[in-house]
């Protein structure tokens, strides 16, 4: 009786948000549900048992990635992407049963009065995530470890290619010249800022707060740039000095909203007047509130990803001028599929460094994390900052004009050179 | 006594914002004040009388213009280009005095209250400006009558060139196809909707509230466009239907901040799901608050010159997705700078049109303006909007590519074909 009754709530619940593709859920009763007009790759669902399914119905946001963690969710058929895919790219235009919708709000209020980062939580999160075993890293990154997104200059380019396309790309938006003292804020492993050096900067300075990171990076080979990049523990806000150029890649996420007009007021004392500043973010293209409780609790703690409505005041009251805008679109989701499939590809070995459920929580967050950017409203933004209106060139075509030439300075360092291929 | 004692007052203020150039005041005494460290051009200005002089300590920003316009601020030596580029080039770094500081926070409240574009005030307010003589705006825009700011591909290059250059560059950024309906909000004389035409789009419709340009528009030599484009005298808001494309250049000034929100849910239900729309805009690049009083009163009634904190939240809460902005900056002030020049060379002519009067207040405008976008916080903005993700390329390469091959479309009609040169 209990049973039909759950059996019925499920069907209820997955008919209003999958109408397409080929979709079967077994439910804790052992029955089973079709969705979907049986179109596309066949995914098959398992839920172990009732509480599971009630959590589910509940709370899909968080409990989802949760219950594949525990294998009480199991995929029987297809993959944990393909599902979270069905799901979501119909889900945009539907609204979350009523008990899920409030959970939400509960949920995006005490995220805003948490978004506090203060210089010892700002460590302590950064520690959460990117102090992870750095080999974990190697098993699906590029050669470079760039872990952001990737700038694809065509369909189906690879991931190594497409991370150094990134690295040209913002630097050429940077217009680095051999006179030029930058600022990385967030250096991560210390990839970009090598690439800067070698691009020509005078000195090169990363800042980070992870100790993992800054023990690689500090070991990173050199090449040409030794001695022109330096890197330090040290928060964002506590640099001192002048530089001509600042870059910061995939850290704005973690900076916290409360903290926005902060993080520009320090960006502009810290560049020259004649200066010019890149930041790249992951962002939202709708309306502020997109929130992954999921991702915030398991992968991201103090994350937040802004709308461009909420990035631009700060800006202005900061006296930043915006010189450009460049919103990345699926070149994250294309970047995080190649990830997934990479690490999948080394499952054995990532379990050999952590445990099967880590790896399943890490599957999770590269499924849903791309899912989110190709159907839902996940971008990345580039934005360009000046002080002055005179800093750059009349025209954009600067940033496409130094292809090829200086493609090749940026070859990974774990190319085989000299080999057949 | 009190003539000392005004002479004392004019050098202090002026004093306080002019510390470079080569400025002399002749004072309504007959005392000639000098300011600046003698370098650049020289300006003399005179104030023919004490009650002119008094006004402009009390009101520079409206008061300067009307001055100029009744010749009791007269420019003795240089012009009034030089010598607004002195006052203003330093003073965005001053604070008016108090009693200027106390109108325009008046005025700016005033304004906000006021920027309620109801259709019937929209036509009025359009009708005051470009319901003027046609022959007038023959005298200073290129041969097509783009009458907003042009494209300089590189520095020098004439107007007529970069004005086609504006035109390739929006449609490149509209990515124009043989399938297209095309929407041009605010189509003026009609310049940018027969181009987009040209280009190859099944079908334009334009849209404007000036009867002045309506007919003009519906006169042009349409060349192989005949048939394919229309123009109409409506409100955007009334305009019916489903476009591929949506372009609008210099017509959201016009919109009003109130209805910002309207502007992009109209634009959002004329657009189809795999549409593109660009809005090609004046901005200010720093906080809200850019007022230009004298504009408002004598040149743009009902204006708004937005800053980009306050155009986002209206587009994402109208659910579209902002693809692109690019910052054009500098382009306006050239632009001014020809039309200027190519207003004073046609002085006579303009005086036979109007009056001396309107030629001093035509002149002061594109004087003022070219300063604003040169030494302020003017810029143009371009926003480029799609519904979804999937909508453009991976990358802006489409946007420069088309460079050459297409020029020859856009050949200026003026152009003496077959001449020697």
């Known amino acids: 009786m209990m049973d039909s009754m ?14 397409h593709g080929n979709l079967t859920v077994v439910t804790p009763a052992g029955t089973r549900l079709t969705f979907g007009d049986g179109t596309g790759e066949p995914v098959t669902v398992r839920l172990t048992d009732r509480a599971a399914a009630i959590a589910l119905l509940m709370d899909p946001d968080m409990r989802l990635g949760e219950l594949y963690m525990d294998k009480r969710f199991v995929v029987e058929q297809g993959s944990i992407y393909a599902f979270v895919h069905l799901i979501l790219r119909e889900a945009q235009n539907q609204s979350h049963p009523l008990p899920a919708r409030l959970i939400d709000r509960a949920r995006a209020a005490l995220r805003r009065f948490r978004l506090r980062n203060l210089p010892g939580r700002s460590k302590r999160n950064v520690a959460h995530h990117y102090d992870l075993d750095g080999r974990l890293y190697n098993l699906f990154l590029d050669a470079d470890r760039q872990y952001s997104c990737a700038y694809f200059e065509y369909a189906g380019q690879s991931l190594e290619d497409a991370q150094v396309a990134k690295k040209r790309h913002i630097i050429a938006k940077l217009r680095i010249g051999p006179q030029h003292r930058v600022l990385d804020i967030g250096s991560g ?162 379990k050999a460094l952590y445990d099967e459920r880590f790896c399943r929580m890490w599957e999770y967050y590269l499924a849903a994390a791309e899912v989110a950017f ?48």
């Open 189 to 350: 492993w210390g990839g970009l800022a090598c690439s800067i050096s070698d691009a020509g900067a005078a000195e090169v300075r990363g800042v980070t707060l992870s100790e993992e990171q800054l023990a690689f990076a500090r070991e990173r080979p050199k090449g040409g740039a030794e001695g022109r990049v330096h890197f330090d523990l040290i928060d964002y806000r506590s640099v001192q000095g002048r530089f001509d150029r600042i870059v910061s890649v995939g850290m704005f996420e973690h900076v916290g909203l409360a903290y926005y007009e902060t993080f520009f007021r320090t960006a502009g004392r810290l560049l020259a007047d004649d200066g010019v500043m890149l930041l790249h973010t992951i962002g939202c293209s709708a309306e502020p509130g997109f929130t992954t409780p999921w991702l915030d609790k398991y992968i991201f703690p103090g994350g937040y990803i802004p709308s461009l409505s909420e990035i631009l005041p700060a800006i202005e009251r900061a006296g930043l001028i915006v010189t450009d805008v460049e919103v990345l679109r699926l070149h994250y989701a294309e970047t995080l599929k190649a990830w997934r499939e990479r690490f999948l590809a080394r499952w054995d070995d990532a």
């Open 374 to 421: 190709r159907c839902e409203d996940l971008v990345v933004f580039q934005i360009q900052l000046a002080k002055s209106n005179k800093t750059l060139p009349l025209t954009r075509d600067y940033i496409g004009a130094e292809h090829p030439p200086v493609a090749a300075k940026f070859t990974s360092v774990e190319t085989p050179l000299g080999s057949a291929a």
């Open 6 to 19: 759950l059996d019925r709530i499920l069907r209820w619940a997955i008919a209003r948000i999958v109408s």
